[in-house]
């Protein structure tokens, strides 16, 4: 009798054989952590990738886009990913891409990889005014940058977006106030005030549209769990923990999270950007595992569709790898 597959042995053989597609799709020139997170778009859903689709659809947005662009071969990729997860790859699309692209440049928000994340969130609005989402947007990144203006910069473009689509009645610099509030009790929970804290503080605001410190708590003893379990919290997966700390709804994480990241960790290709890369591919995995679990009170209780908390973790990730992995092009 043929042993049935563990959980942990499905996902990684699926995550390695979704890599290889990617890898060998002619897709050139390509960071393999992007390729390792265009994988993991397919594997969360249970899905193979169509590495031919793939090519054509990074074709296209290269002739649609021209060479005049802020898009390099990592972020073009990228974005290929995520259209073709979302079954969403066709002409139109892709010119709606860049249509929303253009309407965030012309509220100033500058021309760089994030600000090509963010419109991609933007179709993920149905049905709704995207220009006034924009000009929304753009007034609170500003009220974001007074609480700090050195650390909000271009990445913030994907949070602010989303930040926009919450209730009309909260005033910019109300939003901000909440993401501020979470920024200050994150910090103090020893969160390092970086990028990594404000998207997670962004997310927070996002999860429940005001200050709820049962929340913090909630993330406070997920932080504790980890920290038994000799796992130290880095920058890269500040943000799924807080989708995680709200889907888990104060329950414990099961011995198959551990398990998933003792098996990515010891997976060939993964290895090499050590346990910190692998364990944020873990994590993200499980959360988008466990999101089905959630109770009705939960999804009712969400300002946002848990779909687009995903979506945004998986943009941002993808994002914040492709400016590190051109910035260490660049200074090599």
């Known amino acids: 009798?043929?042993?049935?597959?563990?959980?942990?042995?499905?996902?990684?053989?699926?995550?390695?054989?979704?890599?290889?597609?990617?890898?060998?799709?002619?897709?050139?020139?390509?960071?393999?952590?992007?390729?390792?997170?265009?994988?993991?778009?397919?594997t969360g859903k249970n899905e193979v990738v169509d590495a031919k689709r793939f090519f054509e659809l990074n074709g296209l947005i290269k002739?649609?886009?021209g060479f005049f662009t802020a898009l390099n071969g990592n972020v073009r990729a990228s974005l290929s990913g995520l259209l073709l997860a979302d079954e969403t790859e066709d002409t139109a699309?892709?010119?709606?891409?860049?249509?929303?692209y253009q309407e965030l440049i012309d509220v100033k928000f500058s021309r760089s990889e994030f600000t090509y994340f963010a419109a991609y969130l933007l179709l993920k609005q149905k049905n709704e005014d995207?220009?006034?989402?924009?000009?929304?947007?753009?007034?609170?990144?500003?009220?974001?940058?007074?609480?700090?203006?050195?650390?909000?910069?271009?990445?913030?473009?994907?949070s602010s977006v989303m930040l926009a689509t919450l209730d009309a009645k909260l005033s910019p610099q109300e939003i901000a106030d909440i993401v501020e509030f979470y920024f200050q009790e994150f910090a103090d929970l020893d969160f390092h005030k970086?990028?990594?804290?404000?998207?997670?503080?962004?997310?927070?605001a996002?999860?429940?549209?005001?200050?709820?410190?049962?929340?913090?708590a909630r993330v406070r003893s997920l932080l504790n769990e980890l920290d038994k379990n000799d796992m130290?919290?880095?920058?890269?997966?500040?943000?799924?923990?807080?989708?995680?700390?709200?889907?888990?709804?104060?329950?414990?994480?099961?011995?198959?999270?551990?398990?998933?990241?003792?098996?990515?960790?010891e997976l060939p290709g993964l290895k090499f950007f050590g346990k910190t890369f692998a364990t944020a591919l873990a994590m993200s995995l499980y959360t988008e595992e466990i999101t089905g679990q959630m109770n009705q009170e939960q999804v009712e209780n969400l300002m946002v569709s848990v779909?687009?908390?995903i979506a945004m973790e998986q943009a941002s990730a993808v994002a914040a790898t492709a400016a590190a992995s051109a910035a260490a092009a660049s200074s090599s």
Do not use: W
Not at 24 to 29: E, H, L
Not at 93 to 100: A, D, E, H, N, P
């Open 93 to 100: 699309v892709v010119k709606q891409l860049i249509k929303y």
């Open 63 to 65: 002739s649609e886009l």
């Open 206 to 216: 996002l999860l429940y549209g005001k200050k709820d410190r049962t929340f913090v």
């Open 232 to 265: 130290k919290v880095k920058e890269l997966y500040y943000n799924t923990i807080g989708i995680l700390a709200y889907v888990l709804d104060g329950k414990k994480l099961d011995s198959r999270f551990f398990e998933l990241v003792a098996g990515l960790s």
């Open 1 to 42: 009798m043929e042993k049935e597959q563990s959980y942990v042995d499905g996902l990684t053989q699926l995550l390695s054989e979704n890599y290889e597609l990617v890898r060998k799709s002619k897709v050139n020139f390509v960071d393999k952590r992007i390729r390792f997170l265009i994988a993991r778009l397919f």
């Open 130 to 158: 995207v220009q006034e989402i924009a000009k929304r947007a753009k007034e609170i990144h500003r009220c974001l940058k007074k609480f700090h203006p050195f650390l909000t910069g271009p990445e913030d473009a994907t």
């Open 307 to 309: 779909h687009v908390l």
């Open 194 to 204: 970086n990028n990594g804290l404000q998207a997670l503080a962004a997310t927070s």
